[in-house]
């Protein structure tokens, strides 16, 4: 056996316990990355098996060595390509035939198989008694190991058995019949001819293969090139067996593996009465119901938004107080002690890198919310089932059942809805949602439509604020029929077709990590798209647009680069009724994010003269103020917790809760000064209020959105969507605009 | 809920988009391309496979007790195309 690194893999279906036994093997040594080039996750570890260093590796879950997915495809080519020293198979055995399919596969790949059998505690449960040594000599000695959760010496029998494995993989032979059997030989022979090819694959597993017409495989030689004659060969064999025989070569191979199997079965497992109903029958069957589902599911991702955005709200303040009161006091006083008081690099730093980088981070606890409550549906087992209950909604507009998920996190945030479309398989169903996702008015935009629904229209300001939230469904609604129906035309929606978990308690390991993750891979990726912009929208704000570098941070206003800009883009939006320099700016602030945009108009309406005097303050004084911030937003949450009750009970028409108060009656936050009242009020028609409402809806929601895009899709998909949003919120704003005119509506 | 007649005659095949919930039904046929085909038989369904349904929606999407080990749901696309024999439940 060679001393290099010796490799071991574990494979198995989705959902029977292979993380968990791979991080009792390799405990504290892993590592979690990305497969080249995929966002699919790759785990790693190091083991020392009596002193020989091991390097596993847990491949995604799949339940065959024929790929559909992403992940399927991943686990294939690393078993094919990298040709490990030890495959441990990850069986459940309460499920036992099923999983035995993969098994066998990958014993006619001919690569070294140790079976781990898992789970054999929810088979005895429901009456399944299996028999390890007898499994193993059906199996031609494939070693069988049991590794159930909580069974003794688990890990070492694993190892030893992996200590001990025979390096000459005992070939497994399943008889297909002898009209196949015929054609499998020919096909062997001809793969054995060609020296690359027996090289690189299992003859007679690639001749079943290519037989089973796998398509995914076929590519793959196609793109390796040459191999055309072979292709061709093994599909004029599929026709010949078919004309004999009647039936489809792939489906006589099915069949012969699971007879094959069910001769395995046979005396291995004994079955005793089984309980046919589950608790998670029983509770699918309401949580499932066919006129129950929805209301459930609706009522859950009620709770679910409700979470997201008002549970964390009292800790997005704490972090905003923490950006805008001690961090940029003590920059600022550092920067004194080493003598950059006052100068332009003051500026970027507190107005440009804080402020910006500041204005995102303060959505780490929105986050935070989602991802828990996310995690938390994921883990219980519904999340699988809501796909199922939104299944028929879903195919009507030609998307998939998981995709309404996504949906509805945008109403939260853009940025977290873009990845909650990894729950999706089919990657052009995740371009699909991601692309819709942002007409989803998020949180960040809802501000901008209080500020101009008072404004201008008072007491009916709730009306408005209802219409924007309609019309970026409707305008997401026509998306998804112009990308399915036109761009995607003739596509066919990928069948539904997934296995539900059993339900269960959600694990605190597994919710905690996937936070970790998630939130750590917002903080750096958005992180750095924010800084990045925030920098170079601070340098456009001080550098003059004419005159010399001189007045370079001592800039007017309307003399900065910036303005130069906004003033630019002013014509293009004056069909929409607001083409001021000053409305072009605040719009391409807000490009950055929306909460800009109010801070944006209050600086170029109002003027610089209102700009709060940091107050002096100690450093205890400071460090006070962030524990007592912070234990007040721990009470707050608990009292958004608490008051997702009254909240959710008052959807019953004709009830009315009140809210829950921890502190005291809480101040209405202040959005606007009254001389940004009066400002927008004189710049403004109240029909390019509206329009300008409807383009603050559909463009671009942010810098962090494009660079999730980014991240998930790359550039190209990044830009088509910012693209097109821009477009779509110009048309609308533009439509609005002059359709009102011609009616005769805000002239007054 | 409507009355449902006891069958007596040997029942008849019928799409799985059909069968009410708690039926136990056998797969009779799949009529669909190879590859959805190939898909199913992977997750454990193939022709003779006895199973239960756990949830009917009538012509909606189905969830299956697969040989009673394993929980599938099906989407209404393909329900549509899974023919099954209704079989006697030893319970009811």
Known sequence: ?748 | MTMLAKPIEPAAPLPLSMVTSGQTVELVEIRSGHRLRRRLAELGLHVGTPMRVVQGTLRGPVILAVKDDCRLALGRGITQRIIVMPTASDKA
């Open chain 1, 1 to 748: 056996m060679p001393t290099q690194s010796y490799r071991i893999v574990l494979a198995g279906n989705p959902n029977v316990g292979k993380s968990t036994l791979f991080n009792a093997l390799t405990g504290a040594s892993q590592h979690v990355g990305n497969w080249p080039g995929k966002t699919v996750e790759k785990k790693e570890g190091r083991i020392d098996i009596q002193g020989r260093e091991c390097f596993v590796v847990d491949l995604p879950g799949t339940y065959s060595l024929t790929a559909y997915s992403i992940e399927e495809i991943i686990s294939r080519d690393y078993l094919i390509d990298e040709k490990p020293n030890a495959v441990v198979a990850v069986v459940d055995a309460s499920n036992l035939e099923r999983n035995l399919y993969l098994v066998v596969q990958l014993l006619e790949l001919e690569v070294p198989v140790i079976l781990a059998l898992n789970m054999t505690d929810i088979a005895t449960k429901r009456g399944l008694n299996i028999d390890p040594a007898a499994l193993s000599a059906r199996l031609g000695g494939v070693p069988v190991i049991e590794t159930t959760h909580g069974q003794l010496n688990r890990v070492e029998q694993l190892k030893d058995a992996i200590n001990r494995l025979d390096s000459a993989p005992r070939p497994l032979r399943v008889d297909y019949g002898s009209t196949l059997e015929t054609e499998i030989a020919a096909l062997t022979q001809r793969i054995i001819a060609s020296p690359d090819l027996a090289a690189r694959y299992t003859p007679r597993w690639l001749a079943v293969q290519l037989l089973e017409d796998d398509d995914n495989l076929i590519e793959r030689l196609r793109a390796e090139g040459g191999h055309d004659h072979l292709i061709d060969a093994a599909a004029s064999a599929a026709a010949r067996i078919e004309a004999t025989t009647e039936e489809e070569a792939a489906t006589l191979i099915a069949d012969h593996r699971y007879q094959f199997i069910a001769s395995i079965v046979r005396g291995t497992v004994i079955r005793g009465t089984s309980t046919s109903e589950t608790f998670s029958d029983r509770v699918d069957q309401i949580v499932t119901h066919r006129t129950w589902g929805v209301p459930i599911f609706l009522l859950l991702m009620w709770i679910v938004f409700q979470f997201t955005a008002n549970v964390s709200a009292p800790f997005v303040e704490f972090t905003e107080m923490l950006f805008e009161g001690p961090l940029t006091r003590w920059t600022v006083a550092l920067l004194g002690v080493v003598g950059l008081s006052e100068t332009w690099f003051e500026s970027l730093l507190v107005d440009g890198v804080i402020a910006g980088v500041g204005g995102v981070l303060v959505f780490v606890p929105v986050l935070f919310a989602l991802y828990l409550a996310l995690a938390l549906l994921e883990d219980s087992g519904y999340m699988a089932r809501s796909a199922f209950v939104m299944d028929r909604f879903m195919t009507a507009l030609g998307l998939h059942g998981k995709s309404f998920l996504p949906m509805m996190v945008g109403f939260g945030c853009t940025v977290p809805a873009i990845y909650a479309t990894r729950t999706l398989d089919n990657e052009t169903d995740r371009k699909i949602t991601a692309f819709l996702t942002p007409f989803m008015s998020c949180g960040a935009r809802l501000p901008v439509y209080v500020l101009f629904g008072t404004v201008f229209f008072g007491s009916n300001s709730g009306t408005l604020i209802f219409a924007m939230y309609v019309t970026g469904i409707v305008v997401a609604l026509l998306t998804s029929l112009l990308l399915t129906k036109v761009i995607y035309r003739g596509r066919i929606v990928p069948p539904l077709v997934i296995e539900l978990p059993p339900y269960r308690l959600p694990a605190l390991r597994t919710v905690s990590r996937d936070i970790r993750r998630r939130v750590g891979s917002f903080v750096t990726n958005a992180g750095t798209v924010i800084l990045a912009a925030s920098v170079v929208l601070w340098f456009m704000l001080s550098v003059p647009a004419s005159g010399s570098l001189s007045q370079f941070n001592d800039v007017e206003l309307d003399n900065s680069v910036f303005s130069a800009l906004s003033k630019g883009i002013a014509p293009v939006l004056s069909p929409a009724g607001f083409g001021t320099w000053e409305a072009s700016g605040a719009l391409v602030t807000g490009l950055i994010a929306k909460e800009v945009v109010i801070a944006t108009m209050n600086q170029i309406y109002v003027g610089e003269d209102e700009e709060e005097t940091l107050e002096s303050s100690t450093f205890v004084d400071d460090l006070g103020e962030i524990v007592t911030g912070f234990g007040e937003a721990l009470i707050l949450t608990g009292q958004e917790i608490v008051n997702i009750v009254p909240r959710t009970l008052n959807l019953i028409p004709g009830l009315s809760l009140p809210d829950v108060q921890f502190l005291g009656g809480g101040e209405e936050e202040e959005l606007a000064s009254n001389s940004l009242e009066q400002a927008l009020r004189s710049a403004f028609t109240p029909l390019a209020a509206v329009a300008f409402t409807v383009f603050i809806l559909l463009y671009v929601p942010c810098m962090a959105t494009v660079g999730a895009m980014r991240q998930e899709f790359g550039w190209r998909w990044a830009l088509y969507q910012s693209g097109y949003m821009l477009l779509v919120a110009w048309l609308v704003a533009v439509i609005v605009y002059q359709g009102g005119q011609l009616l005769g509506w805000g002239v007054a």
